[in-house]
C-alpha cells in the first residue's frame, strides 16, 4: 500500500481528520431504525429474499452533527450499528463523510467485538501487532497510510485499544463524545433491548 502523495489527495485526508477533531454537536433527534434483513440473491435469481433469523437483525442509528452556531455540517454523520437481541455486543460506531455521492467511513469504533483486530501495519507504525476488545480506528493514523486505507478493502486497517470496556451504552456514548469530540451523545437512547431505555 502505498502512502498518499499527491497534493490533492493530502489535502482531502488532512480535512478528514480536522473534521474528526473539530468540536460538533448533535443536531436534532436522532433515532433507532431497523435494518431490512436480506441474503444475498442466488446466480440468475433476481432481488434478495427476506431472511427470516430474527438472530441476524441490526438496527441504525444515524446522527446529523452540527457546528458551534447550530448549523448543520454538510455531507458528515455519524453512525451506531447494533444488534437487535443481542445487548452490548459488537456495537460498531462510524463517522462518516459523502464524498461523490457515497458515504466514506473516516474513523470507526468497534466496541465488545467478537474477535480481535490484528494491525496489518503495526510494525511500520508501532502500534500494537494485536488488539483484544474495543478499538478505535482514527481517521489520523490511517490517513498515515494514504487514501487507500479508507477504502473497502483495506477498511481503516490501523486501530488503538480503548483501555476502559464500556459496561453500558451511555458508556459508549460518552466514549465517543470523547474521541471525536461530539457534544450531546450521552441523552440519545439506546437501541430497545429491553423495551428501551436511554443510555
Not at 489527495?9 to 436534532?28: D, M, P, Q, T, V
Not at 455531507?75 to 452490548?88: D, F, I, Y
Not at 480503548?162 to 459508549?172: A, G, L, N, V
Request: with cysteine.
Amino acid at each position: 500500500m502505498r502512502v498518499a502523495d499527491s497534493s490533492a489527495e493530502r489535502a482531502r485526508l488532512s480535512g478528514w481528520c480536522e473534521l474528526e477533531a473539530r468540536r460538533k454537536i448533535l443536531f436534532g433527534y436522532p433515532h433507532w431504525i431497523p435494518q431490512p434483513v436480506t441474503k444475498p440473491p442466488k446466480p440468475k435469481h433476481g432481488q434478495p429474499k427476506p431472511f427470516k433469523s430474527v438472530q441476524a437483525k441490526r438496527t441504525v442509528l444515524l446522527v446529523t452533527l452540527s457546528d458551534e452556531t447550530g448549523t448543520t455540517i454538510e455531507g458528515l454523520r455519524l453512525r451506531v450499528t447494533a444488534w437487535e437481541n443481542r445487548k452490548m455486543a459488537d456495537i460498531t460506531a462510524t463517522l462518516e463523510v459523502l464524498e461523490v455521492e457515497q458515504w466514506v467511513c473516516i474513523s470507526r469504533v468497534d466496541f465488545l467485538p467478537p474477535a480481535p483486530h490484528g494491525n496489518k501495519f503495526w510494525r511500520r507504525f508501532q502500534l500494537a501487532p494485536e488488539i483484544s476488545g474495543s478499538h478505535i480506528h482514527f481517521c489520523r493514523d490511517n490517513a498515515r497510510i494514504g487514501a487507500l486505507a479508507f477504502s473497502k478493502a483495506e477498511n481503516l486497517p490501523n486501530a488503538a485499544p480503548i483501555e476502559t470496556e464500556p459496561q453500558s451504552f451511555r458508556d459508549i456514548c460518552r466514549m465517543l463524545e470523547r474521541s471525536w469530540n461530539v457534544d450531546g451523545l450521552v441523552g440519545v437512547k439506546a437501541p430497545d433491548w429491553d423495551g428501551g431505555f436511554l443510555c
